[in-house]
């Protein structure tokens, strides 16, 4: 298995551009996360899906971002406009079940950077 | 809501020496405590974990052990070495809910 996948690895962007985060799961896991990683803040969870429906995303930070899961192999994590405070590392993750009850499994990770 | 604290925030030890990271929860239906790894700018794995139906678990150099009446969970890292250096994150989950995390502790091991 070839584990979660993030793309890109690395996006350095000028604010106000709009930002696309991509996210293959592990298949057969039915749940997926997204994360926020910055020093300030440590590891905040954005949203998470579980079977492609989006069920919490109270950790979204305003309106300029938005999640999409269409199938049960893909996601997006989008920004738009980007601002330079959104720079940090976005972690995918997925898991074989939602509600905390397995592990989860995290992708490498995208290195954002607004300039 | 879950509140998951972590104690230390940093800890140094000498290789060879043993590492105890301490996490307490809040929410007394919390019932599945995994530990993660994350190496400098690497996305965090998990190293083990434990459920509420047993007190402790271990694999080879490294263990947890749980107190469900205390609500506190630690990691405890034997005959430390260099790429042990690393920050570690606890978790847990308040039933029907997902992780929250721990804020971290970075250790160093020292040659």
């Known amino acids: 298995d070839a584990g979660v996948i993030q793309s890109p690895r690395h996006e350095v962007t000028e604010m106000g551009q709009e930002v696309t985060l991509r996210c293959k799961p592990i298949s057969g896991h039915n749940s997926l996360f997204w994360y926020r990683q910055t020093m300030m803040r440590g590891l905040e969870l954005l949203i998470y899906f579980n079977n492609n429906v989006p069920i919490d995303d109270s950790g979204m930070p305003e309106d300029r971002f938005s999640a999409k899961m269409p199938n049960a192999s893909f996601s997006t994590l989008k920004i738009q406009p980007s601002e330079p405070r959104d720079s940090a590392v976005y972690f995918c993750?997925?898991?074989?079940?939602?509600?905390?009850?397995?592990?989860?499994?995290f992708g490498p990770g995208t290195r954002l950077l607004v300039l | 809501g879950e509140n998951v604290e972590q104690h230390p925030s940093t800890l140094s030890v000498q290789e060879g020496d043993s590492a105890v990271i301490k996490c307490t929860y809040s929410?007394?239906?919390?019932?599945?405590f995994p530990w993660y790894k994350q190496e400098l700018g690497k996305r965090p794995q998990l190293i083990i974990d434990?459920?509420?139906?047993?007190g402790e678990k271990k694999d080879q150099r490294i263990a947890v052990t749980l107190n469900k009446t205390a609500k506190h969970f630690s990691l405890h890292i034997t005959e430390t070495q260099p790429e042990d250096s690393a920050v570690y994150f606890c978790?847990?989950?308040?039933?029907?809910?997902?992780?929250?995390f721990g804020p971290g502790t970075r250790l160093s091991v020292l040659p």
């Open positions: 434990i459920r509420s139906n047993v």
């Open positions: 929410d007394s239906a919390s019932n599945y």
């Open positions: 993750a997925s898991s074989p079940q939602a509600g905390g009850l397995e592990t989860q499994y």
């Open positions: 978790a847990a989950n308040p039933y029907g809910q997902n992780f929250v």
